[in-house]
């Protein structure tokens, strides 16, 4: 699966664990259309990509060397949003689902850090929600796009001598 829609996959369940009832909205146009007081979402926001160079020399699972390049980092935002009747009911779900969240997710081999940043809280006045009280935070997942490649074979290549970490020299022919 891709970065985004494991994250989302991700967050979408990470609700349900804290005590959602309700089917959380994945679109803030039928979240803007909801008219539940009990409501939850999971909206993508934005995605930002950086070029980056850094490489990691790994082993596959058949003992192959292999170089794993990151050739970008990929961060990806999305907004949950958990609204109620009660202050103390959005506030139990919120730390609820927050405590749920795991430091990260392995995302086709590689660990993605997840971060939550940014809660706003808003009542009905200031909400577009039909809920008396909503909060909204910001997840963002910092993964990256990687490419694979094998070492080159080494040819032609003549070892004059070996050397111990004491200095000592060893027989080149065994």
């Not at 935070?137 to 993964?143: D, E, L, S």
């Not at 080494?154 to 200095?167: H, P, R």
């Amino acid at each position: 699966m891709s970065l985004y829609s494991e994250s989302k996959a991700y967050l979408l369940r990470k609700l349900k664990e804290a005590g959602v009832k309700s089917k959380p909205y994945t679109a803030m146009k039928r979240l803007e259309k909801s008219q539940e007081s009990h409501v939850s979402a999971v909206i993508f926001d934005k995605e930002t990509l950086a070029r980056n160079g850094s490489k990691k020399i790994y082993r596959d699972q058949q003992g192959a060397q292999k170089k794993r390049r990151k050739v970008f980092d990929r961060e990806l935002a999305f907004a949950v949003i958990i609204g109620d009747y009660s202050d103390d009911t959005v506030e139990a779900l919120f730390e609820k689902f927050l405590e749920s969240l795991d430091r990260g997710i392995w995302v086709n081999g590689n660990f993605v850090p997840i971060e939550a940043e940014d809660a706003e809280w808003a009542d009905e006045e200031d909400s577009i929600l039909k809920a008396r009280v909503a909060v909204r935070v910001m997840v963002t997942f910092r993964g990256g796009l990687y490419r694979d490649t094998d070492f080159g074979p080494l040819t032609n290549i003549e070892i004059a001598a070996v050397q111990k970490n004491n200095g000592e020299e060893e027989p080149i022919n065994g």
